[in-house]
């Protein structure tokens, strides 16, 4: 039984082109993420959802834009690629975020490379 | 704001090696400390973690104590194996404005050979 899902697990695109990069969790948590790893393996936060509702939003550029149509899913959709986007990117799931830590579990990975 | 720093990698062992990976936190108040690994290919996966000082943290034969008047929570392991080949990050959290959010470290790769 598969945690959090992750798809596509690859993704090559040409820049300029609009992706979607899907996640869904069967754990029944409230709270989801997204994370950007780089080429040397830094990993940073993007976006939180709890509930259907943004509560975090790390500075990322509007082209990227969460959208949680209920709190299994949490889907990211890229508009106009650059290069630099070319990344590893994880989604994450825990179970409430109003007790002081939830362990999160994390997906699979979606490596995006952008052309 | 809240910061973690890990040894820069990678980190080369002989099997049955004794592993120390460093890491040293900044953070307001008392965040929780955790370490993560990452097999290759694959996703993050909690190892261990430690909630409040003096807390040690221990799985699957690595160990790591909470120090609050160093701020440091090094990661050890007695006897290495092939299998422990992976990537390790060690991450604080802390509630912010209700986020339960994870901060990471850069990451220690740490390549175990026969």
């Known amino acids: 039984d598969t945690a959090v899902s992750q798809t596509p697990k690859y993704l090559v695109t040409q820049m300029g082109n609009d992706k979607s990069i899907k996640c869904e969790q069967n754990l029944g948590h409230d709270t989801m993420y997204w994370y950007k790893q780089d080429s040397k393996k830094f990993l940073k936060i993007m976006f939180s959802?709890?509930?259907?509702?943004?509560?975090i939003n790390e500075t990322v550029p509007n082209r990227f834009s969460p959208k949680s149509p209920d709190k299994a899913h949490l889907n990211l959709h890229i508009n106009s690629l650059e290069l630099g986007d070319s990344a590893v990117y994880f989604c994450?799931?825990?179970?409430?975020?109003?007790?002081?830590?939830?362990?999160?579990?994390f997906g699979p990975g979606t490596r995006l490379t952008v052309l | 704001g809240n910061s973690v720093t890990q040894m820069e990698g990678p980190v080369t062992l002989s099997e049955e090696a004794f592993l120390t990976i460093n890491c040293t936190y900044t953070a307001t108040g008392y965040p929780s400390l955790f370490w993560y690994v990452q097999y290759p290919g694959e996703g993050l996966q909690l190892l261990l973690k430690?909630?409040?000082?003096?807390d040690k943290g221990s799985n699957k034969g690595f160990e790591a104590t909470y120090r609050k008047e160093t701020t440091s929570f090094h990661l050890e392991k007695g006897s290495v194996q092939v299998s422990d080949s992976a990537v390790y990050f060690c991450a604080l959290h802390k509630i912010t404005g209700g986020g339960n959010k994870l901060t990471f470290g850069t990451g220690t790769q740490l390549k175990v050979e026969l």
């Open positions: 994450a799931s825990s179970q409430d975020v109003r007790v002081d830590y939830n362990e999160q579990f």
């Open positions: 959802y709890n509930n259907k509702e943004l509560i």
């Open positions: 430690a909630t409040k000082a003096d």
